[in-house]
C-alpha cells in the first residue's frame, strides 16, 4: 500500500484525487486503471484488485509498472484498431 502511495505522491497525487479521476475519466479502460490504482493505495492486493475487476493479474501489475514510469500520461487509453466508435446520439 505504501509503495503505491508513494508513487501517486511522486506524481503529485493523493488517493482522493484517484477518486476524482476514476469519475472524469473520458472512457471505461481508463476508469478502470484509475480504479486499480484506487484500490492498491487502499491496500487491497492485486490478486483482489485484478478479480474484483475481473482481469488477470499480470495486465494489471504492467499497468502499475507504467504508471511508475511514465505517471498519469500511462493510464490514457489510446485507441489503437477495432471498428470506429458509433456515435451515441
Known amino acids: 500500500m505504501d509503495d503505491v502511495v508513494t508513487m ?3 506524481w503529485g497525487l493523493e488517493v482522493g484525487q484517484v477518486r476524482r479521476r476514476i469519475d472524469r475519466a473520458p472512457d471505461a479502460r481508463e476508469r ?5 490504482l484506487g484500490r492498491l493505495a487502499q491496500g487491497w492486493s492485486a ?3 485484478a478479480e474484483a475487476l475481473e482481469r488477470a493479474a499480470p495486465p494489471l501489475g504492467a ?4 504508471f511508475r514510469a511514465q505517471g ?4 490514457s487509453f489510446d485507441r489503437t484498431g477495432g471498428s470506429p466508435r458509433r456515435d451515441r446520439r
Not at 63 to 66: E, I, K, Y
Open 32 to 36: 478502470e486503471r484509475w480504479h486499480a
Open 72 to 75: 498519469p500520461p500511462a493510464v
Open 8 to 10: 501517486l505522491s511522486r
Open 63 to 66: 499497468g502499475v509498472a507504467a
Open 47 to 49: 490478486a483482489t484488485v
